[in-house]
Each structure stands twice: as structure tokens, then as C-alpha cells.
């Protein structure tokens, strides 16, 4: 199994920044994948920005030039940095990660942390 917390999230006035942190751990050999995802009250949960061990990067059209994602290899972290941020980018924010458990498997597992809540006021 892979554990996921995430921490960083809080209340921030429109304009302001916040730092999201999420470090896995549990049975990693390799990471493939790990992104942030987010959800609002009553909306599907949607990408936010994602990051391979690689480097290559994507993120929602939204957050391009105000959110900046990136990766720890070797702590197996991966942080969101948030800036510019507006009332409309509310939402629990989730960790995701696609993790190759072991040398003997080759399929990835998908893991979720629990979220952390972001809240942005006029």
C-alpha cells in the first residue's frame, strides 16, 4: 500500500499564495506519476497540474502561469506552488500518485490522499 499526506492548505486572501506539499510513502519502487487534483462542493474532481519522475509537466488550462508543480525523486514529494490565487480555485485538494509497488510488479497502483482545503476570499 502507498500513504499519501498532504499538507499546506489553509485560507487565503484573492491574490495571495499557498505551498501544497504531499510526500508518499509505503511500498514504492518507482514513482511514474504524482499530481494534484482538486474539487469544489457539487463539481466533479478535476486535474490541476501533474508532474512524471521525468520532469514533463501539465496542468489545467486555469492555473497555467500562477501554478508551478514540482518533484522530489529522491523524497518521493511533490509540491504545488499557488500563486495569484482567486476565489474560483476553492476546493479540497487532492494527491495523487501512480506508483510501481514492487521490481515483480509492472502494473501501477494508483494512490489518493485524504486532501487538504484551500480557501481563497475576495
Known amino acids: 500500500q502507498v500513504q499519501l499526506v498532504e499538507s499546506g492548505g489553509g485560507l487565503v486572501q484573492a491574490g495571495g499564495s499557498l505551498r501544497l506539499s504531499c510526500a508518499a510513502s509505503?511500498?514504492?519502487?518507482?514513482?511514474?506519476?504524482m499530481g494534484w487534483y482538486r474539487q469544489a462542493p457539487g463539481n466533479q474532481r478535476e486535474l490541476v497540474a501533474t508532474?512524471?519522475?521525468?520532469?514533463?509537466?501539465n496542468y489545467a488550462d486555469s492555473v497555467k502561469g500562477r501554478f508551478t508543480i514540482s518533484m522530489d525523486n529522491a523524497k518521493n514529494t511533490v509540491n504545488l506552488q499557488m500563486n495569484s490565487l482567486k476565489p474560483e480555485d476553492t476546493a479540497r485538494y487532492y494527491c495523487?500518485?501512480?506508483?510501481?509497488?514492487?521490481?515483480?510488479?509492472?502494473?501501477?497502483?494508483?494512490?489518493w490522499g485524504q486532501g487538504t482545503q484551500v480557501t481563497v476570499s475576495l
Open positions: 495523487n500518485a501512480l506508483v510501481r509497488p514492487s521490481m515483480r510488479t509492472n502494473g501501477l497502483l494508483s494512490s
Open positions: 509505503g511500498s514504492i519502487f518507482t514513482i511514474n506519476t
Open positions: 508532474i512524471t519522475s521525468g520532469g514533463s509537466t
